[in-house]
T-cell receptor, first 113, second 110 residues
Framework: GAGVSQSPSNKVTEKGKDVELRCDPI?????LYWYRQSLGQGLEFLIY????????KSGLPSDRFSAERTGGSVSTLTIQRTQQEDSAVYLC???????????FGPGTRLTVT | GIQVEQSPPDLILQEGANSTLRCNFSDSVNNLQWFHQNPWGQLINLFYIPSGTKQNGRLSATTVATERYSLLYISSSQTTDSGVYFC????????????FGKGTKLSVKP
C-alpha cells in the first residue's frame, strides 16, 4: 500500500500489562512521528525519528513510554504497565526530508480496562 | 511554544451552506496543514499551505503568514463534510513535530 499503516487497529488490554503498537511509514520517508489523541482532546506529539539521528523524545508523557525504529523504517511504540489514562488513539505520521507535509496512518485505538 | 487557536469550536450547517473556519497561530511557521478527521478517526490531508491560497474542489484555503492566520473555506457543504477539522503548524525554526489546534467540529444537516 502507498500510505502509512498501523497495527493493530484496536487493542484492549488490562491495566498493568505492556503493549506494543506498530507503524509502517510510507516507503522512502525518513521522518516518523508518533502522536496521541485522548478522548475529547486534541492531538499531542509523543516522539520523532529523523534518519539515524537521536530521536526527539520530548513529548513522551512518562518513562513507561518508549519507541524504537529499526532499519530506518518500521517503528514500535511500547507502553509498559499501562494505566487507564493511556487509553487513546495513537497515530503515526511520516514525511520525506525536505518535504514538510506529514501523512498520517489510520491509528491504533488503545483501551485500558 | 507556539500556540494554535481554531474558531469556531463547533459549527452546525444546513446542507448547501458555505462556511469559513479560522486558525490563528502565534509565531512564524514553516508548515501549516489542514486536516479532516472522519468519523472513523482517520486524518485526511486537505491542504499543505504555509502561505498563499489553494483550492481543491469545494474546499479552498488561504494562509496569510505575516498576519499569522489561515482560513479554510467550505462551499456548498454536504453531509459527508461532517467531522472535525484540524489546523496544525510547525514552528519556523523547527524540523520536528506539528502543533495541533483543538479543532472545529462541523455538523452538516440534510
Amino acid at each position: 500500500g502507498a500510505g502509512v499503516s498501523q497495527s493493530p487497529s484496536n487493542k484492549v488490554t488490562e491495566k498493568g500489562k505492556d503493549v506494543e503498537l506498530r507503524c509502517d511509514p510510507i516507503s522512502g520517508h525518513t521522518a516518523l512521528y508518533w502522536y496521541r489523541q485522548s478522548l475529547g482532546q486534541g492531538l499531542e506529539f509523543l516522539i520523532y525519528f529523523q534518519g539515524n539521528s537521536a530521536p526527539d523524545k520530548s513529548g513522551l508523557p512518562s518513562d513507561r513510554f518508549s519507541a524504537e525504529r529499526t532499519g530506518g523504517s518500521v517503528s514500535t511504540l511500547t507502553i509498559q504497565r499501562t494505566q487507564q489514562e493511556d487509553s487513546a488513539v495513537y497515530l503515526c505520521a511520516s514525511t520525506r526530508v525536505g518535504v514538510y507535509e506529514q501523512y498520517f496512518g489510520p491509528g491504533t485505538r488503545l483501551t485500558v480496562t | 511554544g507556539i500556540q494554535v487557536e481554531q474558531s469556531p469550536p463547533d459549527l452546525i450547517l444546513q446542507e448547501g451552506a458555505n462556511s469559513t473556519l479560522r486558525c490563528n497561530f502565534s509565531d512564524s511557521v514553516n508548515n501549516l496543514q489542514w486536516f479532516h478527521q472522519n468519523p472513523w478517526g482517520q486524518l485526511i490531508n486537505l491542504f499543505y499551505i504555509p502561505s498563499g491560497t489553494k483550492q481543491n474542489g469545494r474546499l479552498s484555503a488561504t494562509t496569510v503568514a505575516t498576519e499569522r492566520y489561515s482560513l479554510l473555506y467550505i462551499s456548498s457543504s454536504q453531509t459527508t463534510d461532517s467531522g472535525v477539522y484540524f489546523c496544525a503548524v510547525r514552528y519556523g525554526g523547527s524540523q520536528g513535530n506539528l502543533i495541533f489546534g483543538k479543532g472545529t467540529k462541523l455538523s452538516v444537516k440534510p
